[in-house]
């Protein structure tokens, strides 16, 4: 039998499974999973003539999925055997590691948790062999009644027509899963279970309350062990911690993810939406701003009251039922709809700081991460079919140079259309192959995430790839062809005709509010000198020279430098510490020699002692450095 392995056509013997293939090729070691014809296949699934074949390791996605969706069904063994009545729900792999969720009268406690962790050693010792086998629906439900598993009987039950239920056994244990799964639990090398948490079955809050063990493992204790270090570190730049430390931001009781911005957080808010606004309208964008409270009906119109209105809020005014909005995109094209365009007033770029308001639940909202209002650096762009190419190169590059401006790296991937769209299937291969030949005509290597597009369109995504390795997704650039329709769009072509424009929806920051986490989490609190809250402070010898230092002060702020006094009766030495602790990248300290001579002994915190400056060398410094947004 033939098949296509590494771009070459190899022969095999016929009726071999994946992991005999790969055997044969020499290909198994470390191997999770494959990909046949790009659809990823357990290995013990039988080669088919012809198909092409790819094995995966640990080192993809693909292979990572898999590996923790094995490790989850360790987990739930290892619970089944310490807790016998607690019942299973669901365990997928997720994007660092992988959950299961119990539904357990006992609650699962610290002791617990080291308790399971000390059994799922047991069960990858015991390394219990892995079998996968179909029932028919009738069969699997009582299987699954037999067994006292609810949540399975119901899982298998909301199956599609024609949808074969699936088992894989581990020893004793069985559980309903579609796979794929690691041939053992032998390169299963470190397992760590991480925390508990409460979660709703299915997600919503009516159903019952499950306990949710979060865990991970690794092929190799030293990749465990990074990880963890990893955590600890993320701890420490946990930006709802050092928001407080810093006094950036907080969340009261009175607005749970309702975010208060403090004085120092307003000026990197600010620095950051000036900045924004500088490069747009160097991009040829007008700013505009839409309300935040539109009629019902608009968000009809648009779709989103099908899709979003369970997240929105709503009001009356004058007996008129309002939505508070979730999104920018309907305020926009009613201004473009004021009046009629020309094909000569296209790419017509809007961009907007528009205030969002979307519902989330509350165990979902997470510091700046998860609000339930943010700003959106939204912008919109009308323009012809023809046009779309160009411009969407020209958001790439523009987003390329935005990112670089804070040192983010990304990745890219390309979202395809979900369950829940609008429009044809011909407007969608368009819009599809449109981002796609943009990103290929820049060389940029994406990946698929099928499934994942907006409801009116598929979109470009940009992941950044912050300092400690995680990744956060922020930017996006959506083609839409079904507002322009819904709000009966037009422009006046070359021949006199009104055309349909196509939108291009795009956001780079994402959310303002997220963006600022992202920073904060990325420089650990150190940020960027044209960011800091604080960029210099004044620290006098004594009271002698504190007026030197008012004028010091005044003169820095009149050249825009943020600067201030501390003129506490403590010592220099305890002054200059708590300088370095609040992050501020100078710290001058002026005496009687230094007030004489119109000079300042400089401490940068990043390259330590400057040595004493002259006030006009220090300013050329600072403004220098402020300019060319040095990182």
């Not at 165990?363 to 991460?369: D, E, F, I, T």
Request: glycine residues 6%.
């Amino acid at each position: 039998m033939r098949i296509l392995y590494n771009n070459e056509t190899v022969e095999i013997e016929n009726g071999m499974t994946l992991i005999q293939a790969a055997k044969a090729l020499g290909a198994d070691k470390g191997v999770c999973v494959a990909l046949v014809d790009g659809e990823v296949k357990d290995l013990r699934s039988e080669v088919g003539e012809g198909q092409q074949i790819e094995f995966l390791d640990f080192g993809s996605p693909e292979g990572k999925s898999a590996f923790w969706h094995t490790s989850s069904h360790v987990l739930a063994q290892a619970v089944k055997r310490l807790y016998p009545n607690a019942k299973l729900a669901i365990g997928p792999s997720i994007d660092n590691g992988f959950y299961y969720d119990f539904d357990s009268v006992e609650p699962f406690t610290p002791e617990s948790l080291e308790a399971i962790e000390n059994e799922v050693a047991k069960v990858i010792k015991e390394n219990p062999k892995i079998t996968k086998y179909t029932l028919d629906r009738k069969e699997a439900v009582e299987k699954a009644k037999n067994a006292n598993e609810p949540y399975k009987v119901e899982l298998i039950e909301a199956l599609e027509e024609g949808e074969e239920p699936s088992f894989y056994d581990q020893g004793e244990f069985s559980d309903l899963c579609a796979g794929p799964h690691l041939m053992g639990l032998s390169p299963i090398k470190a397992f760590k279970v991480l925390s508990v948490a409460g979660a709703y079955w299915r997600g919503d809050e009516k159903n019952q309350m499950l306990q949710r063990i979060y865990a991970i493992s690794f092929p190799s204790k030293e990749m465990l062990d990074d990880y963890l270090e990893m955590l600890e570190e993320a701890k420490r730049r946990d930006h709802r911690k050092l928001g407080r430390e810093l006094d950036l931001f907080s969340i009261q009781d009175e607005g749970p993810g309702f975010p208060f911005f403090h004085p120092k957080g307003m000026v990197v808010r600010n620095e950051l939406e000036n900045f924004w606004k500088v490069e747009h309208a160097k991009r040829g964008y007008d700013e505009i701003k839409s309300p935040i409270i539109l009629d019902a009906d608009l968000w009809r119109r648009s779709g989103h009251w099908d899709h979003y209105k369970d997240n929105m809020y709503f009001t009356f005014i004058d007996e008129r039922e309002f939505a508070v909005k979730p999104m920018n995109c309907p305020g926009a094209m009613l201004l473009y709809k004021r009046q009629l365009h020309s094909y000569r007033d296209l790419p017509l770029r809007y961009g907007e700081l528009g205030l969002v308001h979307r519902h989330e639940k509350s165990g979902a909202l997470h510091g700046l991460m998860r609000v339930r209002n943010f700003t959106q650096d939204d912008a919109h762009i009308f323009l012809a079919e023809d046009q779309v190419h160009d411009e969407i190169n020209r958001i790439i590059d523009f987003t390329n140079e935005f990112y670089a401006c804070f040192g983010f790296e990304y990745t890219v991937e390309l979202s395809t259309r979900p369950e829940d769209s609008i429009g044809t299937e011909e407007q969608w291969e368009i819009a599809t192959s449109s981002l796609a030949k943009a990103l290929e005509s820049k060389g940029i290597a994406y990946k698929i995430n099928e499934g994942d597009g907006a409801f009116y369109g598929p979109k470009i995504d940009f992941h950044l790839k912050d300092s400690i390795g995680r990744t956060w997704q922020c930017g996006t650039i959506q083609l839409d062809f079904q507002m322009p329709e819904r709000f009966e769009l037009v422009y006046v072509d070359q021949e006199g005709n009104r055309v349909r424009p196509i939108v291009i929806h795009r956001v780079i920051f994402g959310s303002i509010e997220r963006f600022i986490a992202i920073l904060v989490e990325h420089f650990a609190g150190d940020l960027p000198l044209w960011l800091s809250p604080v960029q210099a402070n004044i620290i006098p010898i004594s009271e002698d020279n504190l007026a030197a230092a008012n004028d010091l002060l005044e003169f820095l702020a009149g050249n825009g430098i943020r600067a201030k006094i501390d003129s506490r009766n403590e010592t220099l030495s305890y002054r200059v510490r708590e300088s370095e602790l609040q992050k501020i990248p100078y710290c001058l300290v002026i005496g009687a020699k230094e007030a004489a001579s119109s000079t300042v002994s400089v401490r940068s915190k990043k390259k330590g002692s400057l040595g004493v400056l002259p006030i006009q060398e220090l300013v050329a410094l600072i403004d220098g450095q402020i300019k060319s947004k040095e990182l």
